[in-house]
Structure formats: structure tokens, C-alpha cells
Nanobody, 119 residues
Framework: VQLVESGGGLVQAGGSLRLSCAASGNIYRINDMGWYRQAPGKERELVAVIRRDESTNYADSVKGRFTVSRDDAKNTMWLQMNNLKPEDTARYFC??????????????WGRGTQVTVSS
């Protein structure tokens, strides 16, 4: 199973970006999916999680600005980021809990996509 992120880039404060995470490989079902980010010198932190029933949770710092969504038919998750701030600058990683052979679930990570917000 591979997770590939895309959509990062350089944007001015107040701007928007939409990140994508595409999963491929031997996939029977994807359970929880999430976006994490890591800034230089800081620990990786949870940004948003979306469960299979499409319930969501967000970090307080992004509530009201970021929206996570998924399409299980396409094995894809998105993160719509609006009103970006310089403190959102980080490498963003996709995470997914994947079942390839029931009932065994494994955790996978993408390599990340860089988001840089200039002031």
C-alpha cells in the first residue's frame, strides 16, 4: 500500500491550498485517515482526522479554516486549507489505517508535501 500526497506549495498569508492523498495497492478497506504536519524543529502533530463514517476532528489551530474529506471509491482524501497563516508552514503527511487482508489493519504514511505560507 502506498500513500502519495500532492497539492503543496508556496502561498501568501490568507490564501488557500488543497492537498490530496491517494492510496493505492492491495486495499480491502480504509478505516481512519488523517493529516499530520511537522514544522522544522517541532514534533509531528495531528491536523485533522476523518473516520470511515466521515466524522471528523480537527486541531484547535485549524478549526474553521481547514476541511478534511474523503472518497472511498477513489481511495482518496483531501484537505482544503483556507485563510492560511505563516504558522501553517510545515510538511504535511497523510496517514491511513488500511485493511488489505481482513481483519488485519496496518498503519501507513505518505512521504509528505511541503506547504509554505509567506507573510
Amino acid at each position: 500500500v502506498q500513500l502519495v500526497e500532492s497539492g503543496g506549495g508556496l502561498v501568501q498569508a490568507g490564501g488557500s491550498l488543497r492537498l490530496s492523498c491517494a492510496a493505492s495497492g492491495n486495499i480491502y478497506r480504509i478505516n481512519d485517515m488523517g493529516w499530520y504536519r511537522q514544522a522544522p524543529g517541532k514534533e509531528r502533530e495531528l491536523v485533522a482526522v476523518i473516520r470511515r463514517d466521515e466524522s471528523t476532528n480537527y486541531a484547535d489551530s485549524v478549526k474553521g479554516r481547514f476541511t478534511v474529506s474523503r472518497d472511498d471509491a477513489k481511495n482518496t482524501m483531501w484537505l482544503q486549507m483556507n485563510n492560511l497563516k505563516p504558522e501553517d508552514t510545515a510538511r504535511y503527511f497523510c496517514n491511513a489505517a488500511v485493511i488489505s487482508t481482513p481483519p488485519y489493519e496496518y498503519d501507513y504514511w505518505g512521504r509528505g508535501t511541503q506547504v509554505t505560507v509567506s507573510s
